[in-house]
């Protein structure tokens, strides 16, 4: 076989270009000492100029984490040239490996995963004896450079409740549209038909996935069953039901933060980016009345502790672990909980304390989902199958692995309400619908289908295990503390159950029940109670977690005021996925974008 040209400038050429430039990127910046006024102690001078005691580093902005939200406003804070912006990121350049989607399933073993596992739970996680993983992406990108790519904007309910929580309009749907729009060049299935509910000129590639076997037998048991199918982010006009899955891929390859914010503004003069830099803590100082204020991070790289200073803000983007874990470091946080570790408390505040995550399940048999009398799906391995790849970035190769390593496209994701779900405009749960090959000799075809509740009722929480940084924080999600998030998808399952078993068009090709799940055959096989052990069983979290630092009315119930400014600490933000009041019903990298793009915009007006 000869090697394609595309294959050399799709990949080759990124590949050594990434190798040969993993290094840092140093720019050399303006220093700028702060006067006498600003009041910043010896010793936080001192780690400042360094061992070396050269001059301290200082910069207008310092920004903690180059994830979703992160390097969206390191690429608006910087654009105009006015601002000298720090990024401080743990991570280094994305591992190019994972920009080839189906590779993502190799990251949980990478160097760039956090690599996080939760306390034992009591009613998830059952096939890891309860402690559930808990991945998040860390490189530049943050975990944009290792998910699923699927683009989600959620709801617009989602943003109203946000607005009325904080009393700030600002929030609805009405005013945030356009920062999405803003921040999209949408290439999606649903382009022609609904142009107008899309941005077309923002930095974020939205495209489409070619290769969705069977699609068109799901839409027709769906038709037979009366649930539409419509654009899912289009907005108010189509909020129930399924739809196509939209992607950001580009040509076949991630398209991720890095790629959108980061990758075309390296070289502006008045950002540094230090990777492999660890933010301990934020420094700040008391003023004459008393109040805090953030003057500054001080961060670990290369095994040396040092400050940055910042003159204008810090700004913390390290996800919805880590950007609680910085600030209960820096003495912000419930006092109780601080005084057990000897931290002093600058602000009593609920940090990591409405912790909210998605827990879901896959339903699928011992061996498989249901099976069927029909070969829709085609052989990942054939080497048809892996030249279309890397010729057109197409075809069977270009989607996603799920389902324990094997290999099953999503076809289609939905979204419909559970009984107890009084507003029919706002779904309380999340349907995903994949589809499944086995190559001969077996040579069988397989759906199945999972289900995650997208507003759960449980709360949970993030604490510092101890005053050392380099520990791990302690990570409790509370799945199913309250038992109604099972009730709500038990629901859901026993919908999508008739849409299989009791369609025609699914009875025309052959399906075949599920296996029993042998940890639940206590139960009667399908009924109610099954579905209850096997959520209680299999749930695993979503990879969403969001709002251990959330922004509201105050400093009771929340961390941030809605200009996302922490509460009693002045210069000092919290953009992320963290911030977000609620969960919002879906999957959170948008939404955390939106987060980071509303925030340079809630910045910027205010320079
Ligand atoms: C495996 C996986 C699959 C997912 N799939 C999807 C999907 O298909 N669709 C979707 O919409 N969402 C998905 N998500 C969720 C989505 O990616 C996240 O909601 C979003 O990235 C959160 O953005 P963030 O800015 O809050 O944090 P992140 O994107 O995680 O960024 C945080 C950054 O801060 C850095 N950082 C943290 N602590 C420090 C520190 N102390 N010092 C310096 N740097 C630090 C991290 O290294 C990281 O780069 C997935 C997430 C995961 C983990």
């Known amino acids: 076989m000869t090697i394609p040209l595309n294959f050399i400038s799709r990949y080759a050429i990124p590949l050594v270009v990434a190798t040969v430039f993993l290094g840092d990127v140093n720019i050399p910046q303006q220093i700028n000492i702060f006067d006498k006024t600003q009041r910043l102690s010896d010793e936080i001078l001192s780690k400042a100029r360094g061992e070396g005691a050269g001059p301290p580093e200082s910069f207008d902005y310092i920004i903690v984490g180059g994830g979703a939200a992160g390097a969206i406003l390191v690429n608006k804070l910087s654009a105009s040239g006015a601002n000298r912006v720090l990024l401080l990121e743990a991570g280094g350049d994305p591992n190019p490996i994972f920009d080839v989607p189906n590779a993502q399933r190799y990251f949980w073993e990478s160097e760039i995963n956090w690599d996080y596992t939760t306390v034992k739970q009591e009613r998830a996680c059952g096939r890891l004896d309860g402690y559930c993983d808990w991945p998040r992406g860390k490189a530049l990108g943050g975990s944009t450079a290792v998910n699923g790519l699927l683009y989600n904007r959620c709801k617009p309910k989602d943003y109203d409740a946000w607005a009325n929580f904080t009393g700030d309009q600002s929030w609805s749907w009405a005013n945030i549209k356009e920062t999405f729009n803003s921040i999209e060049d949408y290439h999606g299935f649903y382009e022609e038909t609904n142009g107008t509910n899309h941005g077309l000129n923002g930095e974020m590639y939205v495209g489409t996935l070619d290769y969705l076997p069977g699609i068109e037998v799901f839409e027709e048991a769906l038709k037979e069953k009366g649930i539409p199918t419509g654009d899912l982010n289009g907005g108010e006009e189509f909020t129930s039901g399924f739809t196509k899955i939209d992607h950001n891929i580009k040509d076949g390859l991630r398209w991720g933060t890095y790629q959108a914010f980061l990758q075309p503004i390296l070289d502006r003069p008045n950002l540094v980016i230090y990777r492999y830099a660890y933010a301990i803590r934020v420094e700040t100082v008391s003023d004459d009345n008393g109040t805090h204020r953030a003057v500054g991070v001080t961060y670990e790289r290369h095994g040396e502790i040092r400050t940055a200073l910042a003159q204008k803000e ?166 199913f503390g309250d038992l109604d998030d099972i009730e709500i998808m038990v629901d859901v399952i026993e919908t999508m159950m008739d849409v299989f078993m009791n369609s025609t068009t699914y009875k025309k090709y052959g399906i075949q029940q599920l296996d029993l799940y042998e940890p639940c055959q206590a139960q009667e096989f399908l009924s109610r109670d099954y579905y209850r052990c096997m959520v209680q069983e299999r749930a695993t979290p979503y990879f969403h977690p969001t709002s251990t630092c959330r922004m509201g009315p105050n400093s009771t119930v929340a961390v941030l005021d809605s200009k996302l400014r922490v509460f009693g600490v002045n210069n000092l933000r919290v953009i992320d996925a963290s911030s977000m009041p609620f969960i919002p019903s879906g999957n959170t990298n948008m939404p955390s974008m939106l987060i980071g793009a509303r925030g340079a915009e809630i910045i910027l007006a205010e320079q």
């Open 314 to 479: 810090v700004i913390i983007s390290g996800g919805v672990v880590e950007s609680p874990k910085i600030l209960m470091l820096s003495g912000i946080g419930p006092k109780e909980d601080l005084d057990k570790l000897n931290i002093t408390t600058i602000a009593d505040l609920p940090v990591g304390k409405y912790l909210q995550e998605h827990p879901g399940v896959d339903i699928v048999g011992s061996s498989g989902g249901f099976f069927l009398n029909t070969t829709f799906g085609r052989d990942l391995s054939s080497p048809e199958a892996i030249l279309q790849f890397i010729q057109n970035g197409t075809g069977p190769r270009s989607g996603f692995a799920f389902y324990g390593g094997g290999y099953a496209p999503q076809i289609m994701r939905g979204y419909l309400s559970s009984s107890q779900n009084e507003d029919k405009e706002w779904p309380d749960v999340h349907i995903y619908i994949r589809e499944r090959y086995s190559p001969p000799p077996n040579e069988t075809e397989e759906i199945y289908f999972a289900v995650d509740a997208i507003r759960p009722k449980s709360f949970g929480s993030i604490k510092l295990a101890s005053s050392d940084h380099k520990d791990k924080p302690i990570i409790d999600p509370n799945f």
